[in-house]
């Protein structure tokens, strides 16, 4: 559902109804795939059976979670865009102090219960609280390359306004805090100009996006390395369902080729594993390029947390309209 306090639902294609798909569409994707995180994929059931409650005799995770709950995904995703319409830019001290009382007090988290953190996301907290800079809180060894930055940072391109390299700029530094290496933060990167190349309708997206990725950091040796040889984003679009970032956003890209959200938010999840992350990723995507009304309203009546994404829902669609009234 659209927030109580707008004045009318979004017209079918529009804008609005593209930015509202995006962001219940992560969240969407993120609480649907919790029960099934973990599983192999031969285990999971049907993609015509994947709801917020699997059939019956499927062992779900997370067992006390009721169905319908978003998890550490949407939350720190909702922090992001609390903390962007907040401060009016990305300021990373603000944001570092609501993540770590999401950690701590369940802020954003659907009944304030918080669940599923990430290794790399946990240990970024912790330095947080010992003091740390958000610059320098996230690991950056090789080995933290997980999806833990790339799951939230849809919202930037939502709220966004500045060119190319701004957005990259700002998808690079949000995941310095919890995810420092330069393989997540340009992975963040390319989701990000992936994302906007939706919005706008480009005819390949993804090719655009990478184009315009290669130009921005075309002086800097390092980046090109990684996203030629680590990320290699000319390969063909492949299902892992994985929590490597590289895999995560590869599985994306292989989910989001289905013909509509429904198709979008199961395929990834029937790649197992890390299905909520996969299917957060995918949905915010599929949300996007399909928009709020192509959602079915069992899964629209079935997300939990309403009180807490429908304002900041309803805040980042106002902005979207100031600032292009301006």
């Not at 004045?7 to 649907?32: E, M």
């Not at 944001?95 to 219960?113: N, P, S």
């Not at 993804?206 to 390395?225: C, F, G, N, Q, T």
Request: proline share 7%; charged share 25%.
């Amino acid at each position: 559902m659209i927030p109580d306090n707008s004045n009318s639902k979004p017209d079918p294609a529009s804008d609005d109804d593209r930015i509202a798909g995006a962001l219940v569409g992560l969240l969407i994707g993120d609480a649907l795939g919790v029960p099934y995180e973990f599983h192999p994929p031969e285990l999971i059931p049907p993609v015509d059976q994947i709801e917020y409650a699997p059939p019956p005799g499927f062992e779900r995770s997370h067992k006390g979670v009721p169905p319908g709950t978003w998890s550490d995904d949407g939350a720190q995703a909702l922090c992001l865009l609390a903390s962007l319409l907040d401060c009016g830019h990305l300021d990373l001290d603000d944001f570092a102090e609501r993540l770590v009382r999401w950690y701590d007090d369940g802020y954003l988290a659907v009944d304030g219960i918080v669940f599923d953190i990430g290794i790399a996301t946990g240990h970024a907290v912790r330095a947080l609280r010992a003091g740390t800079t958000p610059e320098q809180a996230g690991p950056d060894d090789v080995y933290s390359n997980g999806n833990g930055s790339l799951m939230r940072v849809l919202p930037l391109v939502l709220w966004h306004r500045g060119d190319d390299a701004e957005l990259v700029r700002d998808a690079r530094r949000q995941s310095l805090v919890t995810h420092g290496h330069l393989r997540a933060q340009l992975c963040c990167a390319l989701y990000c100009l992936w994302a906007r190349r939706v919005f706008m309708g480009a005819d390949d997206a993804w090719e655009e996006a990478v184009r315009a990725l290669r130009r921005i950091v075309v002086d800097e040796p390092a980046a090109v390395e990684e996203l030629e040889w680590s990320i290699r984003p000319d390969e063909p679009a492949i299902g892992e369902g994985s929590g490597y970032v590289v895999d995560a956003l590869r599985s994306a890209r292989w989910a989001a080729q289905a013909p509509d959200f429904t198709g979008v938010v199961r395929r990834a999840i029937r790649l197992g594993n890390d299905t909520d992350t996969t299917a957060c990723v995918a949905g915010g995507i599929g949300g996007l390029r399909f928009g709020l009304s192509s959602i079915p309203q069992r899964w629209l009546d079935g997300l939990r947390g309403h009180d807490l994404y429908a304002p900041l829902l309803t805040g980042l669609l106002a902005h979207r309209r100031a600032a292009t009234a301006a």
